[in-house]
């Protein structure tokens, strides 16, 4: 069978389900391909290639884009199956009642669902029974049970070439992206690994680690495919060898057998000196730590985060500066509490003390089945039917009344601000100037200390190569926009 991923090109990010989906199909000799909805010569490749399936996976914004082309697909090719999966998929399964272009839904881990998928359309068998899988037939939806969560030591290793034969660019990229674990240690009320938790409660472990020698494996698979790589980002919610004795395995293997510098994400109380100088001395060229808010109230009772203190923050990140690692931490602006632009700048006020490399600012969404959803439903920030689109997090979904526009411009400036702590006194005339200069400037000051100042990486080309990055992802946004209205 041929199956056909497709996936809007905005930010060339590398996208880790698709790839280790693909080595899954290939392991039964199905063939897979990618391809980008937004490239003018798309549909002419997707005739070329005629695929058996064709495969997206979602996320809550991204889903709104890839119905309509769905919908293109199926009134010019008729004789495909068109599966939705991804976090959208999982937790607003019921698209495949609101759109008659969906054949089927995949909830949940999409391994062992889309090879038994492949196989059985393949053999003339019938699929309308396979779990994890609500399958579109004559009398109505079979919504299908969830199989246990899949052992990942198991899985083949990630199929980079799908990304590296579909994107010339990315195969150019000298930066690539890994997880060593799936699930997640924290149950936030914004995230969805709350409910996914819930969901498969009783089928097997949530966290799941790659044994060292196992992610070593994977990362020089991963240095066979593309050799041209000098550096790896590891997006594991948490670091998964941050405990003591698993650290220094890791150090010792990675130095040796791989020895590039890498990022990783660290848990927010992890402020051991000796660690962090360790972490350095692997290879480590900086760490993500999420505050996201600078209320510990409110992070204890709604965002439900793990116990934490501000000074935890703060101490991490001081050492990290002390042994010169770059560091960010990730904050929610926005929150749909009492006084949330009061909030927001005491936030602020803590990264200024901390002194992150950078501070980002994530724009706070409910996600549909996250308890953060309920929440703002409850308290009234939001009704419970209003969609939510995605833009390029500059707007609220919230009602916050005459703070609206104070708190969507905060969370613009946020970054700014906390690299120069000066304007902060100025914070109140900052409001006044327009919001699309704000705009720019978020995205500017976040691209160049992200994608530039980071990696190290100033040459011309690198720079170009962001600005295209920058602009094919102000189109893509502004057609789903269109989209959505």
Known sequence: MKVLFVVPDMIKAENLSIEILSACLKTEGHSTKLEYSNKPDFFDKVKSYSPDIIAYSITTGMHYGMLQVNKRLKEQFSNFIGIFGGPHATFHPEIIDEHEGVDIVCVGEGEGALVELANALRDGLDYSGINNLWVRTKTGVNRNPLRDAVSIDTLPYYDRSIYLDADPVMKESTSRIMMASRGC???CTYCFNRTYKAMYKGRGKILRLMPIPRAIEELKHLLNAAPNTTFIEFLDDI?????KNDFDEFHELYKKEIGLSFATFLPPKHRDFDFIKKLKEAGCRYVGVGFECGDQNIRRDILKRPNYTNEDIINTLHACNKVGLKSFTTNLVGLPVENSLRNDLNTLKVNIVAKPTIALSYMTYPYPGTELA???????FISKDKEININNKADSPFDFGADQLAIEKTALMFGI???FPILLHIHGLLLLLPKSL?????????GYKYRISFNADYSIKNLINNIKTLINYLKYVKIEKLQVK
Not at 239 to 243: K, V
Not at 374 to 380: F, L, P, Q, T
């Open 239 to 243: 670091f998964p060898y941050a405990d």
């Open 374 to 380: 309920r929440i703002a439903v409850e308290k009234g």
């Open 438 to 446: 704000w705009n720019f400037l978020y995205l500017a000051h976040r």
């Open 185 to 187: 240690p924290y149950s």
């Open 417 to 419: 601000i906390v690299e």
